[in-house]
């Protein structure tokens, strides 16, 4: 890890969020008291939760709750925000109204809601039902969180607008622009909220309105009612584009502004094991551009993203014990102002690990003081590291393999048994020594997540390492019967 020498002013007052996205991965209630209690250790001052379909929803709605897993129960998500403000934490819920609805039409009674067929993940804005649906899907939220004075409506990535059938009609008689048809239904929602709860502060994502003039976002309709919620995740973000961003919707009327960096889910798709310092960078970043900011605009605060999967339908990134050395070292980095020695020392020294990067790690002792879900930690980046070795994932081209039992040789059952044999012990070993590092990860894993998460997370990244390996073992035994009297 590299240590920065210049450093910026630490971040500017507001609140620092952990986002908690359980549309993959959900923990289970019990270690997700315990993730809140280490939070608030770490200098945490809310919670962006994303249910998804971990909501308890009921009635109408009652078809969106997960099928993989039991959706958390009302007392499990009331246990969650006992658990968070009794060490001082807000918690905003973050509920989808225009993109990203996968889990919601998913749904084949829900499909005539999709802006097109193809699209699952985008809410037809034409359609009052659709309009309905989401303010439902609020009500029921905004209930069950008595305390509640702030709520994220999402509406980034708003894939295909205006390619339904609905939209091409309105889009023509109106005259109006895409951006125009993406601002009516975010206007119609937001106002919408606002009559149902006046006093409700409501954040959205910004990504949709970034190419949008002064004049356009002015004449909005949302000036005086949102507060856009800017995200940049990557390790060399612009400084000098997303000041200007900010400067922006703070010249169009919209001065109360959020940032969102990340600490997980935001490398690849299907990351395992988080890089500490690609994220520290991207707060890095962050910390450059507050600086640069004028008095004008008010930043309410930073969402530290943990991303689970980049959609409802994607793969898991990685999960959350193998990313909390990197959520501890973006906090110590937003509160120093970089991440100097004593950041690192602070960081080494609350989660009790020889390096910040999870990789890195020095295997805890027993007795040792541990962090949630350090053993899975620990266990994920030994899988990991094997499963990515030349010796297993290119088994199949080494010289034995591709020297002596080719697809040639396999389909001929004609075969130098002793070579075969050598090949066969060397798959079992890497078999044998692989399927007791999952089994131990699983009984680990079903301690933290239900067993639907291990079961995803085996699937995912053990199981197409392994069949190669089971099939070639199979095929010599057949193979070596047909040669050895």
Not at 24 to 48: K, N
Not at 153 to 178: F, N, P, Q, R
Not at 227 to 246: C, E, G, H, I, R
Not at 360 to 365: N, Q
Request: proline fraction near 5%.
């Amino acid at each position: 890890m590299c240590y920065l020498t210049r450093m910026s002013p630490p971040w500017p007052k507001g609140k620092k969020l952990v986002h908690l996205d359980l549309k993959g991965a959900p923990p289970r209630v019990e270690y997700l008291h315990r993730l809140i209690e280490l939070f608030s250790q770490l200098g945490v001052d809310g919670l962006l939760v994303e249910y998804e379909d971990m909501f308890p929803y009921e009635g109408a709605l009652h078809l969106l709750q997960a099928t993989a897993q039991p959706s958390y129960s009302r007392a499990e998500v009331l246990s969650i925000q006992e658990a968070a403000k009794a060490r001082g934490m807000e918690v905003i819920p973050l509920v989808q109204t225009y993109g990203h609805m996968e889990f919601v039409l998913k749904h084949r009674p829900l499909w005539h809601l999709r802006e097109v067929p193809h699209c699952v993940g985008t809410l037809n804005p034409h359609k009052e039902e659709g309009v309905q649906l989401v303010m439902e899907m609020l009500r029921q939220v905004v209930e069950l969180h008595p305390d509640l004075s702030t709520i994220h409506i999402g509406a980034d990535e708003v894939y295909t607008l205006g390619e339904g059938e609905d939209s091409k009609l309105w889009l023509a008689s109106t005259g109006c622009t895409v951006e125009q048809l993406f601002l009516s239904h975010v206007t119609k929602v937001v106002k919408a909220i606002k009559e149902t709860w006046p006093d409700m502060n409501i954040i959205m994502w910004d990504d949709m309105m970034r190419g949008m003039s002064q004049d356009t976002l002015k004449a909005s309709g949302l000036v005086g009612l949102v507060q856009p919620m800017l995200w940049d995740y990557t390790p060399d973000l612009d400084v000098d584009k997303t000041v200007s961003l900010l400067e922006k919707y703070c010249s169009a009327g919209m001065s109360d502004l959020w940032a969102a960096s990340s600490f997980k889910g935001s490398t690849f798709v299907h990351t395992c094991v988080t890089c500490t310092q690609r994220h520290v960078d991207n707060h890095l970043q962050w910390l450059k551009v507050a600086a640069s900011l004028s008095a004008a605009i008010n930043m309410k605060g930073m969402a530290i993203t943990g991303w689970q999967r980049y959609d409802h339908l994607s793969v898991l990134c990685e999960l959350l014990p193998v990313a909390l050395p990197s959520l501890a070292s973006c906090l110590q980095t937003l509160i120093h102002g970089e991440f100097s020695t004593e950041a690192h020392r602070k960081v080494t020294e609350m989660l009790g690990v020889s390096s910040v990067e999870v990789e890195a790690m020095e295997r805890a002792s027993a007795g040792e003081s541990l962090f949630p879900g350090r053993r899975l930690a620990e266990l994920i980046v030994e899988i990991n590291s094997l499963l990515n070795s030349e010796d297993l994932r290119f088994f199949e081209s080494n010289m034995f393999v591709r020297g002596w039992f080719s697809p040639y040789h396999r389909q001929r059952k004609m075969v130098n048994p002793l070579n075969s044999m050598h090949i066969h012990n060397q798959a079992s070993m890497y078999l044998d020594t692989l399927q007791k590092k999952v089994e131990a990860m699983r009984k680990e894993m079903v301690n933290l997540y239900p067993d639907s998460t291990a079961e995803e997370w085996i699937e995912e990244h053990v199981t197409p390492v392994m069949v190669p390996l089971q099939r070639i073992t199979e095929a010599i035994q057949a193979c070596v019967k047909e040669m050895v009297p």
